[in-house]
C-alpha cells in the first residue's frame, strides 16, 4: 500500500486508539514488510478488540514472518479460542500456514475448516492440494487456489493508485503460472497482495518422496513456456476468484529438485515451546500419513502419467462438477459468509461422536500439557478422495500407423523389462557412489567448521573483539586478563588486525598503571603500538596507551599530545583526558570531558573522586553508584562508595560488609588494600567496634598511608575512651603532616576531653576554621563568653556559622541574659532536621535549665544521651537530677557518661558528689582520685578530693587539696568556702573566717556559704549573727535544707513538737547525708529541750551514722547521753566532737562540764574551759566559765 495509505491510517488510529482502523494498517504494514510494527500495531488493537478473529490471525502472521513460530500459534490458539464453532478463524489460520509453507500445521487447520464448511468447494480444494503434497505429490500453488479470505485479509488499496504486485497468473484455466514475459502487457488485477518468495516445503516433507519422472518436469517447462527453473515459488495472496465449477487451476507438479533448498523457518510443530503443549493434530506423524487410502496417495502420481502422455491439461469435464457457489463480493471464502455471530452451527452429522475421538490415537493428549489445543472439540473433516486421472482415449481404428504404434509400444515393453530385470547396484550405483562421496565430504567439512569455531569460542572475530571491549571496560584485574585471553584468540583469527593490536596495547597499559606496575606490561603495551596501522586507525587508543605508560621524561609530552588531539568517539582517551584535567586543577573543562564518557567507569570513578576531594559526599556516592552498576566489581568504585557512605552515615553495615568481601581478593594491589584497611577501620570506628577498629589500623601506621591510619587510629582510640593513646595518635600524625588542620583538631579535641583547657589554649592557633572552633570550646569551658566569641567570629563563612558554633553562641546569650533569643534559634536548628545534632541538643537543654524549664531540659539531654559515643549530655542529666536533689536517679547516668568518657572531669566531679551525697564516700573518693591523678592542675579535680577528704574526716589533706585548688584558680567561691570548712576542722578558725569572707564576697549569692557564716557564729555562741546568717541562706535559697534547719539549730527550745515535725520533713527531703545529718542533729536538739530524751537520742544517733565524721553530730550525741547520765559515752562522743572540730567552743565547754565532775579530770577540764573562752569569749556562757575557772585552777593546785 502506498505511504499515503499507510499515514491515514496511523492518523485515524491516533486520533481514536479504539478504532478496528488497526486492522486495516496492519494488513499494510505487512505488505510493506514492516513486520516489527505490525506487531506492535496488533498487539496494542487487540487489548480495544479482545474478540477480534482477524487481528490475532494477522499477529501471528507478523510473527511468522519475524521468525517466531511459537508465538505465532499462541496468538492462533487465541483466535480460536474465540469461537470455536466459527470457520471463520480456521479460514484465516489455514490460508497463512499454507502461503509460509508450513503443510503438516496447516493439514489439521484445514480439516477443521473443511468439517464445519463441508459444502465449500474451496476448503475441500486446498485441503486436497495439502493432503497430495503431504502424501507424496507436489506442493501445493498457492497462486493456483482459490482464496478463501479474500475478504479477511485483502489490503483494499484505492483505485487510483496502481498495484505495486504483478499478476501471477490469467483467470483463463490455460494461462500460464510463471514466466510471462516482461514486454507482454498483463491483465490489472486489484485485490492482490505479492507476498515474499519463501519455500513451500520443509526438507522433512519431501524425506522419502520419490522425485518426480523427467517427462512431468519436461511437461511442466513446456506448459511454463519454457521458463528457467527456481527452487522458490513466488506466492500471490487472494487472486480473483475462479469458477467454482471448474478444477482448470490446479497446479501441475513442480520441476525436478524444487523444495530441496532447505527453508528459512522450521514448521510450527517442531518448535520445542508450541509441541509441548499441542496435541498429536498438530504433528503429523508418518503413521498418519499411511492412514491415508492407497488411491488417494497414488492419484497425483497418476494424474502426473496421464497428463504427460497426453501432453495437454486434464479437460475440464474429467471432475465431478461441484456445487453452484453463491455470488460473492470480495472474491475469497469469507467473503460468502454472513458475520461470526450470524453463522450456524455445525449439524449433528458432521460431528465425530465421543466414543470415535476418544478411540482415535492421533487426538490422544498427554497428561502433562498445560494447554488445551488448538482444533479440539472439532470433528474432523471426511477426507475427499482424489480424483481419479483421467485416461488418454484409445484410436478407434487400426491402420499402419496404429501397427507401427503398437510394434513401438511392444519394443518399448521388452526394453523396459530388460531394464527392470537389472539388479538395484546396476542401477543405481552410481548414484550411491555419488552420494557417499558427498557425505563424506560434507562430514569433513562439518568437522573441520566445527573443530574451528570450538577452537575460537563459537565466535567470530567481530564478536570477540566486541566481548573484549566490554571486558576492558569492566576495569578489574579479572576483566583485564580475561581481555588479555580473548586478544589472543582473536589474534589467532587474524594476527594482521590492527583494532586487535590497539587493544592489547590499551590493555597492557591499564595493567602497568593500575595493577602492579610490572616492567613487562608496559613493554608489550609499547610493542603492540608499533605494529602497523595501529596508532593510525586508533589514534584514540594509541594516545591513551603512551599516556599511560609514560616515564617522568616523556609524561608531559604524552599528556599534552592526548590534550590536544582532536580524536573523535573515543571514550577512553575522553576519560583519561578529564582525568588529567582534574589533577590540573581545571575542573570545568575536566567535566566537559567527562560529559563525552558518562557511560565509561573510568570517568565515574574520577568524577566520584573530584566531589570526595570538596567535601560533597552525596554527589560522590552518586558518581560510585553509577559505576558500580556498570562494573559491580570495580575495586575504586567500591572503595569510594563505601568512604561517601561514612561520611553521609549510611548504610553502614553494607558498607563494611562490601569491604570485607572485597578484602578477600588477593588481586589487589598494596595501594588498594591500604586504602581498603583505612575505610574499613573507620567503618568498624563509626560502628562501636573500637577493638576490631584498633587492631586494624595499627597495621598500616608504617605504609605508604600513615598520616591518615595515625588520624584514623586517634579518631578510634577517641572513641573508645582511650585519650591517652588518641593524644599520642594526633601527635604522630602532625609529626608527619604539620600543617594538617584534620590533626590539629584531633589533638585539640582530646586535650578538651581530658580536661586539658589550658593546654588547647597554649598548644593550637592560628586563623583556620577547625581550629578557632577547639579553640571556642575551651573558652566556653572556662565560662570566658567574650574571647569564645572572637573565635567563633572566625568559624563564619557567608555569614553563616557552622552548627556546633550555633550552639555556643546561644550558650553564651544565655549566660549574658539574652535566653529568649537564644532559645528560638536552637529551637529551630533542632526542629529543623529530622536527625538534629547532639551537640545542639545538649546546648538546648542547658539553655532551658537556665530558664529553669528543667523538664524541657531533661528531654533534651535524653534525647541526646541515645548518641552512643556522647558523654555530655549523659553528664548534663546527671548534674540536672543532682541540682533537682536526687542524686540516686543521678547516679546511672552519670555512670554512664564515665564509662564513655573516663577522663572526663565535669562528670567525674559529678559522680563523685552522687556518691558523696548517697554515703559512699570511699567511692566518690576514688573518683576524685583517679581526676586529679589524670589533671593534677584542675583546680576542680583538687576542689573534689578535698570535699572527700573532708567527708572521711581527714581534715589535714582537705587543707591541702583545698588550698591547691584556690591557688589554680583564686576566684573559685566553692574552693574558699571549703577551705574554711578544712581549716575550722583544724582549728584554724581565724583562718577560716577570711576564707569564708572571701567565698562570701566572690558569690554574695551563695546560700552554702551563709550556712557555714551560720555555723561559724555557733561556733563562737554567737545565736544572734548565726541566725541572722541562716535567713540569708533561706533568703538565697528557700529550698536549701541547711537554711531550714539552721533556724531550729540555734533555738532549739522555741519550737517544740512542731519544730521536731518540720525537721523530720527537712531531712527526709535533704539529698545529701550531710544535710539530712545536720537536720538530725537540730531535731535531737529540739526534743532534748522538749524533754524527750529516748527521742533525741534516736535522732543524734542517725545523725552520727549519716555523718560519722562530723563534730556537730558528735556534739549531740554527747549532750543527749550526758542527760541520761551515761558518761562514758557522753565522754566518748564530745571528746569525738572536739577532735573533729577543734574551733567549735561550744563542744569544749561541753565536753568540760563533763569532767568538770571528777577531780581526778579536773586539769583536763581547765583546758578545755581555756579552749571556750579563747574561741567564744563572747557567748553567753562565757561569764560562768570564767567566774568558775579560778576555784577550779586554785583546786588543782
Not at 370 to 387: G, T
Not at 550 to 576: F, M, P, T, W
Not at 1149 to 1168: C, G, N, T
Request: with cysteine.
Amino acid at each position: 500500500m502506498a505511504k499515503s495509505m499507510v499515514e491515514r491510517y496511523e492518523q485515524l488510529l491516533a486520533q481514536d486508539p479504539s478504532s478496528a482502523v488497526f486492522v486495516e494498517l496492519a494488513k499494510a504494514l505487512l505488505e510493506k514488510g514492516d513486520v516489527t510494527r505490525a506487531i506492535t500495531t496488533c498487539e496494542q488493537g487487540v487489548v480495544h478488540h479482545p474478540q477480534s478473529i482477524i487481528g490475532r490471525v494477522l499477529w501471528g502472521k507478523a510473527l511468522l514472518q519475524q521468525g517466531r513460530p511459537a508465538q505465532a500459534m499462541e496468538q492462533f490458539d487465541q483466535a480460536v479460542a474465540i469461537d470455536k464453532e466459527n470457520p471463520h478463524a480456521y479460514n484465516l489460520i489455514g490460508e497463512v500456514l499454507v502461503q509460509r509453507g508450513l503443510f503438516r500445521s496447516a493439514l489439521p487447520i484445514l480439516r477443521k475448516a473443511a468439517a464445519l464448511q463441508p459444502n465449500d468447494a474451496r476448503v475441500r480444494l486446498w485441503l486436497e492440494q495439502t493432503q497430495q503434497s503431504l502424501s507424496g505429490g507436489p506442493p501445493p500453488v498457492v497462486a493456483d487456489l482459490p482464496g478463501i479470505t479474500a475478504n479477511a485479509l485483502t489490503a483494499q488499496e484505492p483505485l487510483d493508485e496502481p498495484s505495486e504486485s504483478t499478476p501471477s497468473e490469467s483467470s483463463e484455466p490455460g494461462a500460464p503460472v510463471a514466466g510471462a514475459p516482461q514486454d507482454e502487457e498483463q491483465p490489472e488485477v486489484t485485490g492482490v497482495m505479492r507476498l515474499p518468495i519463501v519455500p513451500l516445503v520443509d526438507d522433512r516433507d519431501l524425506d522419502g518422496l520419490p522425485l518426480p519422472p523427467s517427462e512431468s518436469g519436461e511437461s511442466l517447462a513446456a506448459r511454463s513456456g519454457g521458463s528457467p527453473q527456481s527452487k522458490k515459488v513466488e506466492v500471490v495472496m487472494f487472486p480473483p476468484k475462479r469458477p467454482s465449477g471448474t478444477m482448470a487451476s490446479v497446479a501441475p507438479p513442480p520441476p525436478p529438485g524444487f523444495g530441496l533448498e532447505p527453508p528459512p523457518e522450521d514448521d510450527l510443530e517442531d518448535t520445542p515451546p508450541y509441541s509441548n503443549r499441542v496435541t498429536s493434530e498438530f504433528d503429523p506423524n508418518p503413521a498418519q500419513e499411511e492412514d491415508l487410502p492407497p488411491h488417494e496417495a497414488s492419484a497425483p502420481a497418476e494424474d502426473e502419467e496421464a497428463q504427460a502422455a497426453a501432453g495437454a491439461p486434464p479437460p475440464a469435464g474429467a471432475f465431478e462438477p461441484e456445487p453452484p457457489a453463491a455470488p460473492s463480493s470480495g472474491g475469497g471464502l469469507l467473503g460468502d459468509l454472513p458475520p461470526p455471530d450470524e453463522l450456524p452451527a455445525v449439524p449433528s452429522s458432521a460431528r465425530v461422536s465421543e466414543q470415535a475421538r476418544s478411540a482415535s490415537a492421533s487426538r490422544k493428549r498427554t497428561a502433562a500439557a498445560p494447554k488445551r489445543a488448538l482444533l479440539d472439540d472439532i470433528p474432523d473433516a471426511a477426507e475427499p478422495r482424489a480424483a481419479a486421472a483421467p485416461r488418454a482415449a484409445r484410436a478407434n481404428g487400426v491402420d499402419a500407423a496404429a501397427s507401427a504404434a503398437a510394434y513401438e509400444k511392444e519394443l518399448r515393453e521388452k526394453l523396459a523389462k530388460t531394464a527392470t530385470d537389472a539388479s538395484f547396484l546396476s542401477r543405481h550405483g552410481v548414484k550411491l557412489i555419488a552420494g557417499a562421496v558427498s557425505v563424506v565430504v560434507l562430514a569433513v567439512f562439518a568437522w573441520v567448521y566445527l573443530s574451528h569455531r570450538a577452537e575460537q569460542g563459537g565466535r567470530t572475530l567481530v564478536e570477540v573483539l566486541a566481548r573484549t571491549e566490554r571486558v576492558i571496560a569492566l576495569d578489574t584485574s579479572t576483566s583485564l586478563d580475561e581481555a588479555l585471553t580473548l586478544l589472543d584468540r582473536a589474534r589467532e583469527m587474524d594476527e594482521g588486525s590492527s583494532k586487535v593490536w590497539a587493544l592489547t596495547a590499551y590493555t597492557h597499559a591499564l595493567l602497568f598503571a593500575d595493577h602492579g606496575s610490572t616492567p613487562e606490561d608496559r613493554q608489550q603495551a609499547l610493542a603492540a603500538l608499533e605494529r602497523p596501522g595501529v596508532r593510525a586507525e586508533h589514534p584514540g587508543l594509541s594516545l591513551a596507551t603512551d599516556v599511560l605508560v609514560a616515564d617522568e621524561k616523556g609524561k608531559e609530552a604524552a599528556r599534552r599530545a592526548l590534550l590536544n588531539a582532536s580524536v573523535q568517539n573515543s571514550v577512553e582517551l575522553e576519560a583519561l583526558a578529564g582525568s588529567l584535567l582534574l589533577e590540573m586543577k581545571q575542573p570545568e573543562k575536566a567535566l566537559e570531558r567527562f560529559k563525552r564518557a558518562v557511560e565509561n567507569v573510568r570517568a565515574l570513578v574520577a568524577l566520584g573522586r573530584y566531589y570526595q576531594d570538596f567535601g560533597d559526599a552525596a554527589k560522590a556516592h552518586q558518581m560510585y553508584a553509577n559505576a558500580r552498576k556498570l562494573s559491580p566489581e570495580h575495586p575504586l568504585a567500591r572503595i569510594g562508595m563505601a568512604e561517601s557512605q561514612l561520611v553521609l552515615e549510611q548504610d553502614l553495615g553494607l558498607a563494611l560488609a562490601d569491604m570485607e568481601s572485597l578484602g578477600k581478593n588477593k588481586d589487589l594491589v598494596d595501594p588498594l588494600r591500604a586504602r581498603l584497611l583505612l575505610v574499613q577501620g573507620r567503618l568498624l570506628t563509626e560502628l562501636g567496634r573500637y577493638g576490631e577498629a584498633l587492631a586494624l589500623l595499627a597495621q598500616g601506621t608504617q605504609g605508604p598511608l600513615a598520616f591518615d591510619f595515625h588520624l584514623a587510629l586517634g579518631d578510634a582510640s577517641r572513641a573508645a575512651g582511650k585519650l591517652e593513646e588518641a593524644q599520642q595518635s594526633y601527635e604522630a600524625a602532625l609529626k608527619a603532616d604539620p600543617k594538617s588542620e584534620d590533626a590539629r583538631e584531633g589533638l585539640g579535641r582530646t586535650l578538651l576531653d581530658r580536661d586539658r583547657v589550658k593546654e588547647v589554649l597554649t598548644r593550637l592557633d592560628g586563623e583556620s576554621r577547625k581550629v578557632a572552633l577547639v579553640r571556642a570550646a575551651a573558652h566556653v569551658r572556662q565560662e570566658d563568653w567574650k574571647r569564645a566569641r572572637a573565635e567563633l567570629e572566625k568559624t563564619r563563612v557567608n555569614n553563616r556559622y557552622p552548627p556546633e558554633a550555633v550552639g555556643y553562641l546561644a550558650l553564651a546569650d544565655t549566660m549574658e541574659g539574652n535566653g529568649e533569643q537564644a532559645r528560638e534559634i536552637l529551637e529551630k536548628a533542632v526542629n529543623a532536621v529530622k536527625k538534629p545534632r547532639t551537640d545542639l541538643r545538649v546546648a538546648l537543654g542547658r539553655v532551658y535549665w537556665r530558664q529553669r524549664a528543667l523538664d524541657k531540659a531533661q528531654a533534651q539531654f535524653q534525647e541526646a544521651m541515645k548518641d552512643p559515643r556522647d558523654y555530655e549530655a549523659a553528664c548534663s542529666e546527671g548534674r540536672l537530677l543532682l541540682a533537682r536533689g536526687l542524686p540516686d536517679m543521678a547516679l546511672k547516668p552519670l555512670t554512664q557518661a564515665v564509662e564513655r568518657n573516663g577522663f572526663h572531669g565535669e562528670a567525674r566531679d559529678a559522680l563523685g558528689r552522687v556518691l558523696l551525697a548517697l554515703g559512699r564516700t570511699d567511692e566518690g573518693l576514688k573518683q576524685f582520685e583517679r581526676w586529679r591523678n589524670d589533671n593534677p592542675d584542675s583546680a576542680k579535680a583538687q576542689k573534689g578530693f578535698a570535699l572527700a577528704m573532708l567527708h572521711l574526716g581527714k581534715s589535714a589533706e582537705a587543707v591541702e587539696s583545698s588550698s591547691r585548688a584556690v591557688k589554680l584558680d583564686a576566684n573559685d567561691a566553692e574552693a574558699h568556702r571549703l577551705r574554711a570548712v578544712s581549716l575550722f576542722a583544724t582549728g584554724d578558725g581565724k583562718g577560716a573566717f577570711t576564707a569564708l569572707s572571701r567565698a562570701n564576697s566572690l558569690d554574695p549569692r551563695d546560700p552554702e556559704t551563709f550556712c557555714e557564716i551560720g555555723q561559724a557564729f555557733l561556733r563562737q555562741g554567737d545565736a544572734e549573727n548565726a541566725v541572722a546568717a541562716f535567713a540569708a541562706a533561706r533568703r538565697e535559697g528557700p529550698e536549701v535544707p541547711c537554711g531550714q534547719a539552721g533556724e531550729h539549730y540555734v533555738h532549739p527550745s522555741e519550737g517544740g513538737r512542731a519544730a521536731a515535725k518540720a525537721l523530720q520533713g527537712i531531712a527526709d527531703r535533704a539529698a545529701s547525708v550531710w544535710d539530712k545529718s545536720f537536720a538530725q542533729t537540730a531535731l535531737a536538739r529540739v526534743l532534748l529541750s522538749a524533754g524527750d530524751v529516748k527521742g533525741a537520742q534516736a535522732a543524734a544517733a542517725e545523725a552520727v551514722r549519716l555523718a560519722p565524721f562530723n563534730g556537730r553530730a558528735q556534739l549531740a550525741l554527747g549532750l543527749v547521753a550526758q542527760r541520761q547520765r551515761q558518761e562514758e559515752p557522753a565522754r566518748a562522743a564530745l571528746t569525738k566532737a572536739v577532735a573533729l572540730d577543734p574551733a567549735n567552743g561550744m563542744a569544749h565547754l561541753a565536753l568540760a562540764d563533763l569532767l568538770v565532775r571528777k577531780s581526778e579530770d579536773l586539769p583536763q577540764a581547765i583546758k578545755e574551759y581555756e579552749a571556750f573562752l579563747k574561741l567564744a569569749g563572747g557567748a553567753e556562757e562565757a561569764k560562768r566559765v570564767k567566774k568558775a575557772l579560778p576555784p577550779l585552777k586554785k583546786r588543782v593546785k
